[in-house]
């Protein structure tokens, strides 16, 4: 008996042994495909599935889209990232790039440029390639520059005689054509057309008028929105629905959807980006146009963007590096130009036939505000500062409070986020004013 316990138990430890051995030589699964991380509407995943299967075919390295809804994104890819399951390739925004990067969640790509002889940063507008570099090295390549355009309805205009946009136009041109253009068609004492929109990117109001959001960009420690100069901008624009009326409110704005009404025919004039036209281009009934943003002491406009970064976990980080090249150079890029959906940030292409617009003109309106582009705070609390914004505007907008209490406010609260932030995001070489 005690032989035959023995034996068994040999044979339990030898099969054991051999279990464990087959388990030990066995490599760990390894994925076939780079995922690439995207945040995209339904209209947009279709152009970016069209280059990514253009980049399988021609590499050869097959490339999975992951596609989330842009308000979970990156709460997604930081959970992702904590998990240790990153994607290779992310979509990245250049106002989230520096909590990523500090963190060092991203990979250095500079390696990889210093090994390429025909690609450089040099077709790139400055501004954007800058918004990917860290302590002198380059975290990722840019893909597109947010710019705005001022959207009309030439058919609207025609009507009532309104003369289009030109790029003299000033917030007082702006304000005077809203004005011809607000309409109560069937008088039943409410508008039916309204002339335009609260801008909801009232940064580029403040730029205008002389005013600036903090003290230092690159490394800001302080509001500086109870100005005159801001507060002034602010007012023009709330005035545009508490006063001029010739705005629909900020919750009736939010209802209808900005783009949804232009494209009925109930606004005349919106503040779009680039990213908007494929939408716009479903307008049926009217034909519409883009032109550059009406002036007020000087000009200005948007400057942010987003880029394609690797994640440090990558572990195809060569194939990544190509794709990377091909989405922000390459055919991919071109695609992506012409679907319509942002104004690039390579400038080579930015300037070339590949570049449609969205519109029947062409992209002037566009490449012209390239040329007057202002950064926003670059700091690793971006989001909570936006936050802040957000929430103490809408009292303003509603006319629930004044400008001076509404930025009174956003200082206190600003500065309060600015004293606890990370002095590191000083490194960051912003978008400079250019004008």
Known sequence: ??????????????????????????????????????????????????????????????????????????????????GGTPPDVVFMESTRFP????????????????????FTGTDFYPEAWQSYRYQGQQYGLPNDIAV????????????????????????????????????DTDEDGRIDQWGTTVCPWW?????????????????????TLATSAAQGALQFLA????????????????SMGRCEAFTAGKVAMIYAGHWDCPQLNKM?????EAAPLPRGKQQANLGLGSGYCITSGSKRADDAWQ??????????????LSAGFSTPANEALANSEYFAGGMS?????????????????????????????????????SGQATVQQVTAKIDERVNKVLSEANPATAWLLPLTPRG
């Open 239 to 254: 005035d545009l629905s508490l006063k001029q009326k010739v705005a629909p409110s900020a919750s009736l704005t939010e």
């Open 148 to 183: 705005l355009g001022l959207m009309y309805n030439q058919d609207l205009f025609e009507i009532d005689f309104v003369k289009a946009p030109t790029t003299n136009w000033t917030w007082n041109d702006y304000l005077k054509a809203a004005r011809t253009l607000t309409k």
């Open 361 to 397: 003109a062409g992209p002037g309106a566009f490449l012209q505000g390239l040329k007057f582009i202002h950064p926003v705070p670059f700091t690793t609390r971006y989001t909570e500062i936006a936050t802040i914004w957000d929430q103490e505007l809408q009292l303003l907008w």
């Open 284 to 288: 049926k009934d009217s034909r519409w």
């Open 1 to 82: 008996m005690y032989m035959r316990h023995r034996r068994l138990a040999v044979a339990l430890i030898l099969l054991v042994c051999i279990c464990l051995t087959g388990c030990a030589k066995k490599p760990p699964p390894s994925s076939d495909s780079l995922v690439f991380m995207v945040r995209a509407t339904a209209d947009q995943l279709k152009v970016w599935q069209e280059a990514v299967d253009l980049f399988t075919e021609q590499s050869k390295i097959k490339v999975t889209l992951q596609n989330e809804p842009y308000d979970t994104y990156f709460s997604k890819l930081q959970t992702m990232i904590a």
């Open 203 to 223: 940064q580029v109001f403040v730029w205008q008028n002389g005013g600036e959001l903090v003290d230092n960009v690159q490394q800001p420690t302080r509001s």
């Open 323 to 336: 794709f990377l090249l091909f989405m922000s150079a390459g055919e991919g890029q071109k695609k992506l």
């Open 99 to 118: 909590e990523f990067v500090t963190k060092n969640t991203l990979l250095n790509l500079t390696p990889y440029l210093q090994k390429e002889t025909e």
